[in-house]
């Protein structure tokens, strides 16, 4: 029994300075984690809908889609967006609208810039998984990538891919990942329809 | 021990994932750019070197019953330590590798080391093991990622080129293009061409390691006929 | 979450992001453990077993012990305690009650503490926002799809004794090279659509 003890009180103990030490270590990195979160989710949003408002201020304030009672599951071209969070532009140039859907290989979160007139001001992909190469191009910093999104800049919720007769160049070998990119933009847009409707 | 011999252990003789074939998931999973492998390296190599000073040290205190939990929660500290490091002063690559940095826990070579090695041995060649290891480890990530770019993509130094030179810190950057993309053979980059390449690194590490053993046994034989 | 969701979760964790041959989850028993059919599905059933308790006791200690005091941070080292604490209490459960399954799971239930499939989908349960249902889906799932693999893995090791390879392809090799081949096989699902 006085074994067992000591054994529980060793391990305790061990685990208690362990414990102590990444406290620590927390303490010291918390606070650039959280900065850096809040960094990178605005520059995505800056990404496809730049802001001008004075040094200081909060860029985008979120919207809370649950009080808003919009719909966030929207059906583009047959396929199911969801709609996961919306902020609006500090300066009211419009609206930021994070989709997710499903690509050719797994889920895809997408920002899509939305401004008052019902156009798309620019995409960026945050997640993904698509296959290196093929439909991964989608979301590269490279030409192939810039040049992909650039096309979606001032589209309306009737985007469609050239094969559909729309305006979209389709990435080479990614017939999917293209469309779901495409029906996706739609989404947003419609949603802000019928956000700016409701208001 | 000396750290010569300690190192031809490490990266050749005894490496942990050729030899030992320790720690096969990160190997495979992460070496798709330079940037990746070299940043997955040299976090198992701190915290290898961590693990088995702090293990060296305590060794003599903890009873035999419970050394593999004590190992367990003194490796687990250490990866989160290194982890919300990397989240806070390195974001671009703990991003990229993911859900691997904290499986650190469970990478065997870091438990295998502090069991084979550590438990017995004094703080010094412990902290040489650490490195030595730890090297071993890169030298692998370093070659498969240099060769699923290549064959892949046709890069060299995907992201770590850029990082370095400072144009994107965040490891996406293409690297040097060496032939266009397109012909490059991209099932490589896939989770298959982990498999493959490795397969075929192990198998030219084999060949070596007979290739070697043989010549010593003709070099012995020569030599036993010269004195004969 | 909606059942589709749910649904969604147990087809990706099964076939599409097979935990070894797309996330390379678990790969070391998947080699270590797959010379046999037999050994294969006493190893998966094990994993499927464990992995399923851990996600559903993982969510717990994560939602209602670290997150509302603030400790977040400590994740990784709680979650590898209850898992080999986990471990050793199924173990020893199983041996007092249930002698037929310990017989058959025995052998490989501690070799699962180090398992990074075990720890690599309880933390991915929290890294995808899970709901405590979706966990224990995902956990069991990803466990079945884990044994799928090496079962279908141990039945091909069975027929490459019989094969004819290169020398230096001897042992571990022409093992990861037709694992390699087996993985390709799974990128058929990769295109598939859920819902």
């Given at each position: 029994m006085n074994k067992i003890l000591k054994l529980t009180f060793v391990l305790f103990l061990i685990c208690a300075i362990v414990a102590g030490i990444l406290g620590a270590v927390d303490m010291i ?171 | ?46 915290i290898l070197t961590c693990c088995n000073v702090a293990v060296s040290a305590v060794r003599k205190f903890i009873p035999d019953e419970i050394r593999l939990a004590i190992f367990v929660v003194i490796i687990a500290g250490f990866v989160t330590i290194v982890d919300l ?17 904290p499986?650190i826990v469970v990478?065997?070579?870091i438990i295998?080391r502090a069991e084979?090695?550590c438990q017995k041995n004094p703080i010094?060649?412990s902290f ?101 | ?57 993982c969510?717990?200690v994560?939602?209602?012990i670290l997150?509302?005091l603030g400790l977040a941070f400590l994740k990784t080292l709680a979650f590898i305690l209850v898992i080999a604490a986990l471990v050793q209490f ?23 503490t180090t398992?990074?499939?075990?720890l ?76």
């Amino acid at each position: 029994m006085n074994k067992i003890l000591k054994l529980t009180f060793v391990l305790f103990l061990i685990c208690a300075i362990v414990a102590g030490i990444l406290g620590a270590v927390d303490m010291i990195t918390r606070d650039r984690i959280t900065a850096y979160q809040t960094e990178k989710s605005n520059a995505a949003r800056t990404a496809v809908m730049p802001v001008n408002v004075p040094e200081g201020q909060a860029l985008y304030t979120d919207l809370d889609l649950k009080a808003l009672g919009i719909p966030t599951n929207i059906n583009a071209n047959g396929q199911k967006i969801k709609i996961c969070s919306v902020s609006e532009a500090n300066d009211g140039s419009g609206y930021v609208v994070e989709t997710e859907f499903s690509g050719a290989q797994g889920t895809i979160v997408m920002m899509v810039g939305v401004n008052h007139s019902f156009r798309c001001t620019g995409i960026s992909i945050t997640q993904h998984s698509e296959t290196s190469g093929l439909g991964a191009n989608a979301a590269s910093v490279a030409d192939v990538g810039v040049n992909f999104r650039a096309q979606f800049k001032g589209v309306d919720e009737h985007v469609q891919l050239k094969k559909a007769g729309g305006e979209i160049d389709a990435l080479s070998g990614a017939t999917i990942t293209s469309r779901s990119v495409t029906n996706a933009t739609s989404a947003a847009i419609q949603f802000v329809e019928a956000l700016q409707s409701a208001n | 021990m000396n750290f010569k011999k300690q190192l031809k252990e490490g990266v050749i003789t005894n490496n942990p994932i050729l030899v030992q074939q320790l720690g096969m998931c990160a190997t495979m999973a992460i070496t798709t750019s330079l940037f990746n492998g070299v940043g997955m390296g040299l976090s198992v190599l701190i915290i290898l070197t961590c693990c088995n000073v702090a293990v060296s040290a305590v060794r003599k205190f903890i009873p035999d019953e419970i050394r593999l939990a004590i190992f367990v929660v003194i490796i687990a500290g250490f990866v989160t330590i290194v982890d919300l490091l990397l989240q806070a002063y390195i974001p671009a690559l703990s991003e990229s590798l993911g859900v691997f940095i904290p499986l650190i826990v469970v990478n065997c070579i870091i438990i295998g080391r502090a069991e084979a090695f550590c438990q017995k041995n004094p703080i010094g060649p412990s902290f040489v093991d650490g490195i030595t290891q730890g090297l071993g480890y890169t030298v692998v990530l370093v070659v498969m990622c240099l060769i699923r770019e290549f064959l892949g993509s046709g890069r060299f130094g995907g992201g770590l080129i850029d990082a370095a030179k400072g144009i994107t810190l965040d490891g996406t950057g293409a690297g040097i293009q060496l032939f266009n993309s397109d012909y490059g053979a991209s099932i490589l980059t896939l989770p298959v061409g982990g498999f493959l390449t490795l397969g075929f690194i192990f198998a030219a590490m084999q060949a070596a390691l007979k290739k070697a053993a043989k010549k010593k046994a003709e070099k012995a034989n020569e030599e036993e006929g010269e004195e004969a | 979450m909606t059942v589709t969701e749910y649904l969604s979760i147990a087809i990706g964790a099964i076939l599409i992001n097979n935990f070894i041959f797309s996330q390379f989850l678990g790969c070391c028993p998947f080699l270590g453990c797959s010379s046999k059919v037999e050994t294969a599905s006493g190893m998966g059933l094990a994993v499927v077993f464990v992995m399923g308790l851990a996600s559903a006791i993982c969510y717990v200690v994560n939602e209602f012990i670290l997150v509302p005091l603030g400790l977040a941070f400590l994740k990784t080292l709680a979650f590898i305690l209850v898992i080999a604490a986990l471990v050793q209490f199924v173990e020893m459960f199983l041996k007092k009650a249930v002698p037929s399954l310990y017989s058959a799971l025995g052998i490989y239930l501690p070799l699962i503490t180090t398992n990074c499939a075990v720890l690599g989908v309880v933390l991915l349960n929290v890294q995808n926002g899970y709901d405590f249902l979706g966990s224990v889906i995902y956990g069991i799932t990803g466990g079945l799809g884990f044994m799928l693999a090496i079962v279908l893995f141990a039945s091909v090791r069975e027929r490459i004794q019989f094969a004819d390879y290169p020398e230096c392809f001897e042992g571990f090799p022409i093992c990861l090279i037709s694992a390699g081949l087996v993985a390709l096989a799974f990128m058929g699902f990769s295109g598939m659509k859920i819902f």
